[in-house]
């Protein structure tokens, strides 16, 4: 499973624990993982392509990506404990240091995705240098990161979050790492007024827990019923805001 010694781990215990209860099922985790093979199958990735999913954690979209057919998949993380985890869905997983200039085992991919990844990180530039030259001339990567600035909170600050993004500032740090992008959009329109009412009057604000608040059966199907509509749009008809920027960008073939 491991190619270099396991760091410790960085996120609250409670995280990962709520990672690998909540993510086959939870409204958020399962619409993420939507965009994501989405994005990648409208770019042209088969099943029987290469995938790596940089910052696995417990291994969710490795899970649902073999649960469609896709067979050739490896998982990458710093975290012993979520490695522990992920290993479980059956595809290789590596233990690498995200916050240092990194190689990933089985290279060079077809695609590569970093689902709430690039936030963690103090050199999101570095990582994106890095993830880049992992993929082949054309390969595509696909990265979703906690958007707009102003939503940032003390939830962030639990997670040990750097920052947040807009659009913009997505494709100029992937532009500079040599990335061309192909689309951004926004996701979770649905959660931005919750994402407001945190920031502005500290509801679920982090100071007690980081983890996502429980719903109600009723309400996680409509969340997800939401959740699948926005995903089937165009990303260039997606709404204006969310809770989540999601860019596609590709290795230049030259």
Known sequence: MSDAAPTPD??????FASLARLEDRYWWHQTRYRAA????????????QAIGDVGCGTGGFLRF???RGFERL????????????????????HSVDLESSFTLTGAPFDAL?????????ADDLAFLRAA???LRPG???????????????RWDERLHHHRRYTRRSLAAVARTAGLS????????????????????????DGSESCEFPPVSPPVQRLLSWLGRAEVALPPSLRPPVGTSVALLARRPSG
Not at 113 to 121: I, M, P, Q, S, T
Not at 139 to 145: D, E, K, N, P, S
């Open 10 to 15: 960085t996120l609250p215990a409670e995280h």
């Open 37 to 48: 093979l989405a994005a990648l199958e409208r770019a042209g990735v088969g099943r029987e």
């Open 65 to 67: 990506l073999r649960a």
């Open 74 to 93: 490896a998982g990458f993380d710093m975290s012993p404990v979520a490695l522990a985890n992920a290993a479980e869905s059956g595809a290789a997983v």
């Open 113 to 121: 995705v970093a689902l709430d990844v690039v936030e963690h990180l």
């Open 132 to 134: 880049a030259a992992a």
């Open 139 to 153: 390969g595509l990567l696909f990265v979703t990161v906690p958007a707009f600035p102003h939503l940032f909170s």
């Open 181 to 204: 992008p192909v689309h951004t959009s926004y996701l979770f329109v649905a959660a931005y007024p919750a994402a407001l009412l945190r920031r502005w009057f500290g509801w679920h």
